[in-house]
């Protein structure tokens, strides 16, 4: 149940139904009659009828049913009902049975999408359920569903970034998780029972043990929010398990379940002779296998320079030899003229 002040009636989700109720709940020390509005699937409290700011409110999203309750009231009039929430059992006391049946009528129908069979209702109140069941559908087609490529979208994000206090379990999982680690921590964050939000579930003892359980929501704009009278916003879900850590004066710890890892390398190890089986340790000084050496790309030899100084010796001696040449035909000519 949410407290919250300052919200006009005229921002509320169009009213299916309205009337006073005497409510009443585990918390609640005492019964009040509360003018209550059956906006969308949320039931909205108003002290007064003419009140335009609402003092409380309760999502209908963990209805499970809504019965008949058979004790006595003072007024003989009145008409008791019970309505079975996943995390809590509230009882509200209507002006009478008429009104009663319709109360069950209107939360049955826009929290199921359906029209009881089993209530005593006359059939221009059926039609009008049949219609408010019609308008609920188209209202709840409206919504905007979650941008699932948006940064903040709890599919990608979480998986990326989760606080390491997050287990996959349910509200009843949880609680049993929270039980039987009581000694490493007594706070997880786990998925929320509508899939598109997150919860906090708590224990604590007092007489025994004591679970509580905390909505964490998605904003649009970014962020989540833990959803209580006073809402608070953080920037992650990791700020949403500090802020609770810190603000309990760290009572509140958070459950870390380290996982255990073998410290021995061993195996299963069969006898070839008799065929027996037995757990055998690894020697501890295994010299770990070498990785394959690297491949060296072949190298050409390189043909060496040839120095300028060889080269002009060479040019040099061929000079040389072509001289010696010249003089020797010119000596072979002159013999010739003489003789």
């Known amino acids: 149940m949410a407290k919250r002040t300052g919200r006009q009636r005229s921002q509320l989700p169009h009213c299916y139904y309205e009337g006073y109720l005497e409510k009443r709940s585990f918390k609640d020390k005492k019964s009040r009659k509360l003018w209550t509005c059956l906006c969308g699937n949320t039931l909205y409290f108003f002290n007064e009828k003419r009140e335009t700011d609402y003092v409380e409110k309760l999502d209908l999203s963990g209805f499970i049913s809504i019965t008949d309750d058979g004790s006595v009231d003072h007024n003989l009039d009145a008409a008791r009902l019970s309505l079975q929430m996943k995390d809590e059992?509230?009882?509200?006391?209507?002006?009478n049975a008429v009104a009663r049946e319709l109360w069950k009528g209107f939360i049955y129908s826009v929290t199921e999408l359906s029209v009881p069979s089993s209530l005593n209702l006359l059939p221009g109140q059926i039609h009008m359920?049949?219609?408010?069941v019609e308008k609920e559908k188209e209202r709840?087609?409206?919504?905007p569903p979650p941008d699932v490529t948006d940064s903040h979208d709890p599919v990608v994000s979480v998986q990326a970034d989760m606080p390491a206090c997050y287990y996959n379990v349910s509200r009843l999982e949880a609680e049993l998780l929270l039980d039987r680690e009581a000694e490493r921590g007594n706070m997880l964050l786990r998925p929320g029972s509508n899939g598109n939000s997150f919860a906090v579930s708590t224990r604590q003892d007092l007489n025994?043990?004591?679970?509580?359980?905390?909505?964490?929501?998605?904003?649009?704009?970014?962020g989540f929010a833990i959803d209580v009278d006073d809402p608070v916003v953080c920037a992650t879900l990791h700020d949403v398990i500090n802020y609770l850590v810190e603000k309990t004066d760290r009572v509140l710890i958070p459950l870390i379940i380290e996982e255990a890892y073998e410290k021995n390398i061993s195996y299963i190890w069969s006898d070839n002779e008799n065929g027996e089986k037995s757990v055998q340790d690894a020697p501890s000084n295994l010299i770990p296998p070498s990785l394959p050496p690297k491949p060296v790309a072949l190298r050409l030899p390189t043909p060496e320079p040839v120095l300028a100084t060889a080269v002009e010796e060479s040019l040099y001696l061929n000079d040389m030899r072509e001289s010696h040449l010249s003089i020797y035909h010119s000596c072979l000519l002159v013999c010739c003229l003489q003789t």
Not at 129 to 132: A, G, T
Not at 208 to 222: A, L, M, P
């Open 89 to 95: 059992s509230i009882k509200f006391t209507a002006p």
């Open 129 to 132: 359920l049949k219609e408010i």
């Open 140 to 143: 709840l087609k409206n919504i």
């Open 208 to 222: 025994g043990s004591i679970f509580k359980h905390y909505r964490v929501t998605q904003k649009h704009e970014g």
